[in-house]
């Protein structure tokens, strides 16, 4: 008897952790699946103006394209470090930008290979403070927190990826940024620009369903083990 409660507290307590897992992992492919949906519907919308920006819910915003016109602050500037293009390691290069409505933006001009060594720069894109129209992606940071409120409505943490640019940078932007596809100056248009996401759903799902199989396992395993035990007991007379 002890021995069947033991393998019975084993086998559920088993099958708890694996049904958690088969959950969490269902639960992430409901989020990035939701996600990439939304990725591909917006990026197919028309382009947005920066009125826009101020009346669309965040996840109306993240991958619209948009038209802006003001000017960059070539002094305000940040190398955003492990950058990979084609397999070559190198920095993407974050730019402030300030419109003609007076909002403060960080724009990403893409990506730019390293120098030959630590203490060599890298070869940067120029910029002037030039009034020009620039057109781009809108990115904002916690999206996976908006998709993950509309899946399973429970609150994401905010990222404080803005928060840390513009503290180096000591400036306020506003809570959205862009990755630069074109300008009125064609020099300003990044040689690599920075890639959209890529849209797939990954393996969480497979993942799900493998944590589903060790259920049946350990509920097979219980089985034979208490099966054995029953032959193993001495038949009554």
Not at 57 to 72: C, D, M, Q, V, Y
Not at 136 to 164: C, D, F, M, W
Not at 178 to 187: G, M, P, Q, V
């Amino acid at each position: 008897m002890r021995r069947f409660i033991a393998v019975t507290t084993l086998a559920i307590g088993l099958i708890f952790g694996c049904v958690q897992g088969a959950l969490w992992q269902f639960d992430r492919y409901q989020v990035r699946h939701t996600n990439n949906e939304l990725i591909k519907k917006n990026i197919a919308l028309p382009t947005l103006d920066e009125v826009s920006l101020r009346t669309l819910k965040p996840a109306e915003i993240a991958f619209r394209k948009i038209s802006l016109t003001g000017s960059f602050a070539p002094e305000k500037e940040i190398l955003i470090r492990n950058r990979y293009h084609e397999g070559k390691y190198g920095f993407g290069v974050l730019t402030l930008f300030a419109s003609d409505n007076g909002k403060k933006y960080w724009v990403d001009r893409g990506w730019v290979i390293a120098g030959k060594d630590a203490m060599t720069p890298p070869v940067v894109q120029p910029v002037t403070s030039e009034k020009v129209q620039i057109t781009a992606y809108a990115r904002i940071e916690n999206l996976e927190s908006q998709v993950r409120g509309s899946v399973i409505a429970l609150p994401g943490k905010a990222s404080s990826q803005l928060q840390t640019w513009n503290k180096e940078q000591a400036i306020q932007t506003e809570p959205v940024y862009f990755d630069l596809i074109d300008s009125s100056n064609t020099s300003f248009k990044p040689l690599v620009p920075t890639l959209l996401p890529e849209l797939s759903d990954g393996p969480h799902l497979a993942y799900s369903f493998q944590w589903v199989l060790f259920i049946f396992l350990v509920v097979f395993a219980w089985y034979l083990v208490i099966r054995e035990d029953r032959k193993n007991q001495p038949a009554k007379l």
